[in-house]
T-cell receptor, first 119, second 114 residues
Framework: GAVVSQHPSWVICKSGTSVKIECRSLDFQATTMFWYRQFPKQSLMLMATSNEGSKATYEQGVEKDKFLINHASLTLSTLTVTSAHPEDSSFYIC???????????????FGPGTRLLVL | AQSVTQLDSHVSVSEGTPVLLRCNYS??????LFWYVQHPNKGLQLLLK??????LVKGINGFEAEFKKSETSFHLTKPSAHMSDAAEYFCVVSMDTGRRALTFGSGTRLQVQP
């Protein structure tokens, strides 16, 4: 299968600072990537859809000014948590759509996740 | 609108016995359905997927799932559990059109007893 990487794998920051998380598709191009958030012992919740060359689409209740998404190229999307606060501490996971083989065979591959702790 | 319900939050089996993880879905159109596994402190791995081809889908590590439209179910099974199968399992449905975002079930934690 395809490989998606995330960097950093974990980060600790002070309240009020901004944190940038990178998501890369290593062996395929992804016009669409997704950002999820997972709280301990809970499921993944979709935050936003990252579209190459256009604005991200945010899910209801997700603050777009707080969670800035930039899909700079066909292999890179970044999520910036601005002015982070302790309640932003979570596990952030990205995925990328692999559309090689056509729409019917399309699969999403997930990054390993980034654990954010805001003190 | 689409949704997925995992009927058991926790399943415990003995090593060598069958595994059944239950999932029901709701979707306005013909869905694409997936099972993903998440081991502790690791990323999500795709086990198998259904995309309107054969209703019985075989995946990795001996897992398989059967799509039953009449029951709106997509249960995950394995004939014989292994200790390494202990993990969190997510049933997932894909948005039918457009950006195809995934909707995750709440997850089922599988425990395998020696």
């Amino acid at each position: 299968g395809a490989v998606v990487s995330q960097h950093p794998s974990w980060v600790i920051c002070k309240s009020g600072t901004s944190v940038k998380i990178e998501c890369r598709s290593l062996d395929f191009q992804a016009t669409t990537m997704f950002w999820y958030r997972q709280f301990p012992k809970q499921s993944l919740m979709l935050m936003a859809t990252s579209n190459e060359g256009s604005k991200a689409t945010y899910e209801q209740g997700v603050e777009k000014d707080k969670f800035l998404i930039n899909h700079a190229s066909l292999t890179l999307s970044t999520l910036t948590v601005t002015s982070a606060h302790p309640e932003d501490s979570s596990f952030y996971i990205c995925s990328a759509r692999d559309r090689r083989g056509g729409e019917r065979l399309e699969t999403q591959y997930f990054g390993p996740g980034t654990r954010l702790l805001v003190l | 609108a689409q949704s997925v319900t995992q009927l058991d939050s926790h399943v415990s089996v003995s090593e060598g016995t069958p595994v059944l993880l239950r999932c029901n879905y709701s979707s306005s159109y013909s869905p694409s359905l997936f099972w993903y596994v998440q081991h502790p402190n690791k990323g999500l791995q795709l086990l198998l997927k259904y995309t309107s081809a054969a209703t019985l889908v075989k995946g990795i590590n001996g897992f398989e799932a059967e799509f039953k439209k009449s029951e709106t179910s997509f249960h995950l099974t394995k004939p014989s559990a292994h200790m390494s199968d202990a993990a969190e399992y997510f049933c997932v449905v894909s948005m039918d059109t457009g950006r195809r975002a995934l909707t995750f079930g709440s997850g089922t934690r599988l425990q395998v007893q020696p």
